[in-house]
Nanobody
Framework: QVQLVESGGGLVQAGDSLRLSCAAS????????MGWFRRAPGKEREFVGA????????DYADPVKGRFTISRDNAKNTVDLQMNSLKPDDTAVYYC?????????????????????WGQGTQVTVSS
């Protein structure tokens, strides 16, 4: 069975950096997109960014563009989210997700309904 397990969340101050990791297992992800989403208190879950597992092309939401970077390690089967210059508005539960068998001619998927597999989430809190 597919498992996505996030780690690395915590409490940091504004301006700090944090690196989240998602350990993926249970299927071959070579044709998948791996996404990061977040849900802030009282808000809908939103797209943060995603990466094409094979090839590594990425896409990011505007609020995090230039501050967050997604990478994957094929040998370890992990997908990381490097978050720099964190702001209080980045406070949320962050989720790793996998969208299977993506047609990348249409780009990296940004909507959560395209993602079938989800991790349990990890809390990131940024204090001002």
């Amino acid at each position: 069975q597919v498992q996505l397990v996030e780690s690395g969340g915590g409490l940091v101050q504004a301006g700090d950096s944090l690196r989240l990791s998602c350990a993926a297992s249970g299927r071959t992800f070579s044709r998948d997109a791996m996404g990061w989403f977040r849900r802030a208190p009282g808000k809908e879950r939103e797209f943060v960014g995603a990466i094409r597992w094979s090839g590594g092309s990425t896409d990011y939401a505007d609020p995090v563009k230039g501050r967050f970077t997604i990478s994957r390690d094929n040998a370890k089967n992990t997908v990381d989210l490097q978050m720099n210059s964190l702001k209080p508005d980045d406070t949320a539960v962050y989720y790793c997700a996998a969208a299977p068998n993506v047609n990348f001619a249409l780009g990296v998927p940004r909507t959560d309904r395209r993602y079938t597999y989800w991790g349990q989430g990890t809390q990131v809190t940024v204090s001002s």
